[in-house]
């Protein structure tokens, strides 16, 4: 099971940090991530994140300013998101278990989302 929260209105530039904690079944698979799903559009993948933590993946509308990091004692994922765009409002989702091929991250198991809104 997954849980994530720490989302709400910000302006633009402002930050945010996301958390997802993860049953201790949940959280010892191997990758983990978050994904975005903004009004009217697909869910589209953000980051994921090695067992370890040294393994990330950001994608490239995010890259520079979200990180992905993972705190084992915890059983959480954070997604920390600075200067943060209009353009990043969406309900934010964490996911866990599956694979990944490239840079396709494709989870097996979703938590409820968390919606981050940005103001202009």
């Known amino acids: 099971q997954l849980h994530a929260s720490g989302g709400g209105l910000v302006q633009a530039g402002d930050s945010l940090r996301l958390s997802c904690v993860a049953s201790e079944r949940t959280f010892s698979t191997y990758f983990m991530g978050w994904f975005r799903q903004a009004p009217g559009k697909e869910r589209e993948f953000v980051a994921f994140i090695n067992w370890s933590g040294a393994g990330t993946y950001h994608v490239d509308s995010v890259k520079g300013r979200f990180t992905i990091s993972r705190d084992i004692a915890k059983n959480t994922v954070y997604l920390q998101m600075n200067s943060l765009k209009p353009d990043d409002t969406a309900v934010y989702y964490c996911?866990?278990?599956?694979?990944?091929?490239?840079?396709?991250?494709?989870?097996?198991?979703w938590g409820q989302g968390t919606l981050v809104t940005v103001s202009s």
């Open positions: 996911a866990a278990g599956g694979t990944i091929v490239g840079s396709t991250y494709t989870p097996t198991s």
